[in-house]
């Protein structure tokens, strides 16, 4: 029972949005902890709020109701200690090369000089290996690399927690698989914390060290599993994760999902 | 026909990739002619060259050299105009008084800008403003200016501002709405607000906008000063281009209103293919923001 305190901890969540003609609830009362080190993944169908959630994380929405906690701080904006890597591929400034792509952060928040930053930019290049295009401006980079980059500089910040939203949603297939390894191998290696969006069971599975399932409209916690990144079978039910994920998550009757769409 | 084809059965194979050396061309350096039509200068000179052939043919036939001078008739006016009366100087002047008012406009086109971004009310105000005013021809202004700031530069700069300030002010305010959302929270990300957030993730990012606006605004400025000195003549000192067109008209020499007219058209020739150029290529192509 002796438990480290959270690194971050999301108590009673219900994330509220507008749009042109409806407010929408997007989750309710969510609750979840991250820990030190953690592969945290958030999963769940499309309309279950999970990015959503994870821009309150990232400081880009008040929730309404409940506490975001990161350190014991309360969220309030968003700021370096969280840094967010997104699905779009346009998430690179595209007049900075990818060397200064990284740099940028390190330095906009003052928290290396230019050589410093200069130093930590082409180690974390070298960790994604793209050492031959530190030089080269994001245009010229495909989809794969993109993400690299985007992942290299969020990790360049050392933040307490690195959010990815869907990163690798816009790759092909093998492309994916790949940099699911690299992930992999770079946590092995730096034992960061990653809070991780996706709505793949396999990605969740392979990613993950701890899997929230989220049901959608509005997103509420239906179970939160342990995963050891080989779809084990349970001793006890004889069944893999994946399908005990698959049958958490779509054991609901057909219905409820067709009317909440409306 | 109801009987289902049976798959064709093959034997599955593995390659070797050859060896480059085995290829007969991988690189091959292009010839001097296709080099010369990649190159955007000289396809522009080859137009260049070609509209006044065009316009030299043309005027031989015609022959008559008070309604339309002879290219080569042009060229000496314009020579003459250089070493006799003057003609750099004029432009010189028109050129300084562009710029004074071309600049002008532009810091006060960034502040309403930066005022517009930062709230609602501001973007409201830009926006009502752009459209009252935008179509308002600059030209329309200047009795008022005259009447204002009395006969002189300062009427000028007045008018010149008014022609550039709204339409930067409209691309510019455009460009940075159409940043996509990405950026922007990528910059908020970073901990960036208020200057520090424009100057570095939005001017940049809206900078295809900014540089359509620039050109606009400038090509804006330049009608509306020689319009400007033209309808009201000479201002202060000398005059400029506008002035010298007036005059050259009035004692009908044509030549020499063609040259005018061809020094305006070889000041926005190099503005737009040496600045504007070199600027979008070190910027927005580049970045591959625009092909």
């Known amino acids: 029972m002796d438990q480290p305190a959270p690194l971050l901890s999301v108590s009673g969540v219900t994330l509220q949005y507008k749009t042109k003609e409806h407010l929408i609830t997007a989750t309710y009362r969510v609750d979840f902890a991250v820990f030190k080190s953690d592969r945290f993944v958030l999963l769940g169908p499309s309309g279950c709020g999970k990015s959503t959630l994870l821009k309150a994380v990232g400081g880009y929405l008040r929730p309404v109701e409940g506490k975001i906690t990161l350190k014991g701080q309360e969220i309030s904006k968003p700021g370096p200690d969280r840094m967010m890597v997104f699905q779009e591929f346009d998430q690179l400034l595209p007049w900075k090369t990818v060397k200064q792509n990284i740099m940028f952060p390190l330095t906009a928040s003052s928290k290396l000089s230019p050589k410093e930053a200069e130093d930590k930019a082409m180690a974390y290049i070298e960790k994604v290996s793209l050492s031959k295009f530190a030089d080269s401006l994001p245009h010229t980079l495909s989809g794969g690399m993109k993400q690299r980059v985007a992942i290299a500089r969020g990790m360049a910040m050392e933040p307490d927690i690195l959010l990815m939203d869907e990163p690798f949603a816009a790759l092909d297939a093998l492309t994916r698989r790949k940099m699911q390894e690299e992930l992999l191998q770079l946590w092995q290696d730096t034992r960061f914390t990653v809070l991780f969006v996706t709505h793949s069971i396999p990605e969740a599975i392979t990613i993950g060290n701890r899997v929230l399932l989220l049901s959608p409209h509005p997103g509420q916690v239906k179970a939160e599993l342990n995963s050891t990144g080989d779809d084990a079978v349970d001793p006890a039910t004889g069944r893999r994760l994946s399908e005990k994920i698959h049958h958490i998550l779509f054991s609901d009757p057909v219905e409820q999902k067709e009317v909440a769409h409306v | ?291």
């Open chain 2, 1 to 291: 026909m109801s009987e289902m084809q049976p798959l064709v059965q093959r034997p599955e194979f593995v390659h070797i990739a050859v060896a480059t050396r085995a290829f007969g061309v991988v690189e091959k350096p292009l010839t001097l002619w296709e080099r010369m039509s990649n190159q955007n200068f000289a396809r522009k000179a080859f137009i260049l060259i070609l509209l006044a052939a065009i316009w030299q043919v043309y005027t031989t036939i015609l022959d008559n050299a008070l309604l339309f001078p002879t290219f080569t008739a042009t060229l000496a006016a314009f020579w003459d105009g250089i070493v006799r009366l003057g003609l750099l100087t004029r432009a010189a002047f028109s050129l300084k008084v562009l710029l004074m008012g071309y600049s002008a406009g532009i810091v006060l086109a960034a502040l309403l800008t930066i005022i517009a971004i930062s709230s609602r009310l501001g973007s409201d105000l830009l926006e009502t403003l752009t459209s009252m005013f935008n179509p308002l021809p600059a030209i329309a202004l200047l009795p008022l200016a005259l009447l204002w700031f009395g006969l002189g530069n300062n009427s000028l700069i007045f008018v010149l501002i008014h022609s550039v300030l709204w339409p930067v002010s409209l691309n510019t305010h455009s460009g940075f709405m159409s940043v996509s959302n990405t950026l922007r929270m990528v910059g908020r990300n970073y901990g960036l607000t208020g200057f520090r957030y424009v100057g570095k993730i939005l001017i940049p990012a809206a900078f295809p906008s900014i540089l359509t606006g620039l050109k606009i605004g400038w090509a804006f400025a330049w009608r509306t000063l020689i319009a400007a000195e033209l309808v009201f003549g000479v201002s202060s000192g000398s005059g400029g281009l506008g002035w010298f067109i007036y005059e050259n008209k009035n004692q009908l020499e044509i030549p020499s209103v063609f040259a005018g007219l061809l020094t305006v058209i070889l000041i926005g020739l190099f503005v737009e293919n040496f600045i504007f150029r070199t600027l979008e290529a070190r910027t927005v192509r580049k970045w591959g923001m625009q092909s």
